[in-house]
């Protein structure tokens, strides 16, 4: 897709403007507008109270504002201001794409994407990224098909969001993308300093970083707070000579004490918090940095930043440019974000909205040697049914005189299981979500089961929702047509027909390689809570095991409405998202009898 760069310079109170489509300087070049400065510093203080209000909303204050409408008042206000006629109608008639401004450093502070042409903001339609003159360079570093990605996370130890953050993103990333993509490390804590800093940032990737951002006038001596007041410069990083492609920055500001904040903020001077934010991101493009996303003003709620965050990472690993995933993610913020929630506005991308970190090297086969699943995975960290059959296979392999359909048949029922929990997160989560499949009002067999998964997984696709289960959409699809081999072969077991030894070393590797893509099994939890207190078993490996959902999870107010309304029933627990999903009524767990049923599925099984 081609991508328009719009070039501006300002001389006085005099915007200079050219167009480029692609590489080609398009007709409309040398346009102008007259633009006065307390134009421009009026609107920027107006997104200011507008995002201070967001802030006190997400604090608690409950009435009733529109600051959606707010600021699309302003937005197109200023775009009319702004811009001259053709260039405002060649942005309404575009379809989308990828934008790029190129802009004086006087115009720096603007926020781009909130300018609004009349139908939308320019963020729902383009892809945006901005070239501050004299800050940024071209990336040089080549796409990778692994990336990896430091995140550092409350040096200064005052910060629990950033803390939370950054364990969050750790297990998320985890999680959610393949090892063989991604190599992830967390620094934190107070004994983080300066050189072990400089040395994890070494031929690094990504930089993930959350805390005191330090600002000081001399651009190049702004950088990040550490412990006991030590500053991480700009100038330091951008002396380790391999830098990393991008930097994220969800953070708060720091200044030095002879530094008043209300003397840099205010009329008199043009300066704003937008203003200081800027200019951090501006030490580090100067140091270097080929991409920076950080924010405009500091954001309240901080569920909500590291959501905006993980959003970005899944659309990164999917083969997205930088200005692609936080399209995305803006996108998702703004789909289930409040309405006077205003972090998709907040975020924007410093650099070429075209940069792509990532790119796969092979395309998704089933090589047993991209990513291998071994038996101690399955062993210790999948759910106690398909945990505990598999080690019977296992177990029976090592017997020389075990009978080949004995050990086939605790392969089919690990199958089976796989296909029941699969089933119940999928059909319980579109419940969740008021999505209700018309098959299931009636007993089924596995055929008519995995047709429903099959109708449940479409929907997903076409309604574009998000589940608890990551992977598990991509995963059905890619393994379709071996699903429907290993449910054939399965049931032919239980039939007593075909020679289970000509599809027994088969059986086990499309299995395996299943297991392998539905990673989220292993990583996150299924548990059965025993009481509204946060008290639960973990059907997790070979023994049920007691546990409890630790009190700083229980402070998140939906997931601790979520554990008193599920209590006594059988749920998938998503750590890193802090969500519970009760299974019911299409899977539970008799504790006394340590078994699982599956009420709607016409089979049984005692593991």
């Known amino acids: 897709m081609d991508i328009l760069n719009i070039l501006i310079d300002r001389v006085d109170n005099v915007n200079v403007f050219n167009l480029i489509q692609g590489r080609t300087p398009g007709r409309d070049t040398h346009l102008h507008t007259r633009v006065d400065q307390d134009l421009i510093q009026e609107f920027l203080d107006e997104l200011e109270r507008i995002a201070h209000l967001s802030n006190q909303v997400q604090g608690g204050l409950t009435y009733d504002l529109n600051l959606s409408r707010r600021l699309r008042n302003a937005g197109q206000t200023f775009f009319d201001q702004f811009f001259p006629d053709p260039i405002q109608e060649k942005l309404r008639a575009s379809e989308g794409g990828f934008l790029f401004f190129h802009v004086d450093q006087t115009l720096a502070s603007l926020p781009w994407e909130l300018l609004y042409e009349g139908t939308c903001f320019l963020a729902d339609k383009f892809a945006i990224g901005k070239n501050i003159a004299g800050f940024w360079s071209e990336s040089q570093r080549a796409e990778r098909d692994r990336l990896r990605v430091l995140i550092i996370a409350d040096p200064t130890e005052d910060l629990d969001w950033a803390r939370q953050e950054g364990e969050g993103l750790l297990e998320s990333l985890n999680a959610d993308v393949s090892s063989d993509r991604i190599d992830v490390e967390l620094l934190t804590g107070p004994r983080l300093g300066k050189l072990e800093l400089l040395e994890a940032i070494r031929n690094r ?23 006991e007041g030590k500053i991480l410069r700009a100038r330091e990083i951008e002396k380790m000579g391999s830098l990393p492609g991008l930097v994220f920055s969800n953070s708060c500001m720091s200044m030095p004490d002879h530094l008043r904040r209300q003397e840099l903020i205010g009329e008199e001077n043009g300066a704003n918090e ?4 800027n200019h951090l991101a501006g030490a580090f493009l100067r140091a270097g940095i080929a991409s920076y996303i950080g924010t405009s003003w500091e954001i309240r709620d901080s569920d909500h930043t590291f959501e905006f965050a993980l959003q970005f990472y899944r659309s990164l690993f999917e083969e997205r440019s930088v200005g692609e995933a936080m399209f995305d993610a803006r996108k998702h913020a703004r789909q289930q974000f409040p309405i006077n929630d205003l972090t998709w506005a907040a975020y924007n991308l410093h650099g070429n909205p075209l940069t792509r970190i990532f790119r796969s090297g092979n395309r998704r086969t089933f090589d047993a040697s991209r990513n291998i699943l071994t038996s101690r995975k399955i062993l210790q960290q999948y759910p106690y049914p398909i945990s505990r059959l598999y080690k019977r296979f296992l177990d029976l392999q090592d017997e020389p005189d075990s009978d080949s359909r004995i050990m086939l048949s605790s392969l089919s029922r690990c199958f089976f299981h796989t296909l029941g929990i699969c089933g119940s997160i999928l059909f319980s989560n579109l419940e969740s979500l008021k999505i209700r499949l018309p098959g299931l009002d009636h007993t089924l067999d596995f055929n008519a089961w995995t047709n429903e998964i099959y109708e449940g997984l479409n929907k997903v696709h076409s309604l574009g929702v998000e589940l608890t289960a990551p992977g598990l959409v991509e995963s059905f699809f890619l393994h379709r047509d071996n699903i429907e081999k290993l449910l054939k072969w399965s049931q032919s077991l239980s039939e007593e027909a075909g020679a289970p030894d000509a599809y027994m070393v088969t059986f086990q ?11 989220f099994l292993g990583r996150y939890r299924m548990v059965y809570l025993k009481d509204g207190m946060g008290d639960a078993l973990e059907l997790r490996g070979q023994q049920l095991t007691e546990m409890r959902i630790l009190p700083s999870q229980m402070e998140n107010v939906q997931l601790s409405r979520s554990i008193m309304k599920s209590a006594g029933q059988l749920c998938f627990f998503n750590t890193s998202r802090r969500s519970l999903l009760s299974l019911s009524p299409y899977m539970r767990f008799d504790p006394s009898e340590r078994a699982l049923q599956y009420p709607l599925l016409s089979w049984s099984d005692e593991v």
């Open 274 to 277: 937008g203003k200081l934010f």
């Open 205 to 227: 990737d990504i930089i993930h970083y959350a805390g005191h951002l330090h600002y000081d006038p001399r651009q190049k001596e702004s950088g990040w707070l550490l412990p």
């Open 509 to 519: 590797y499309l299995f395996d390689n299943l297991l392998t893509d539905l990673s």
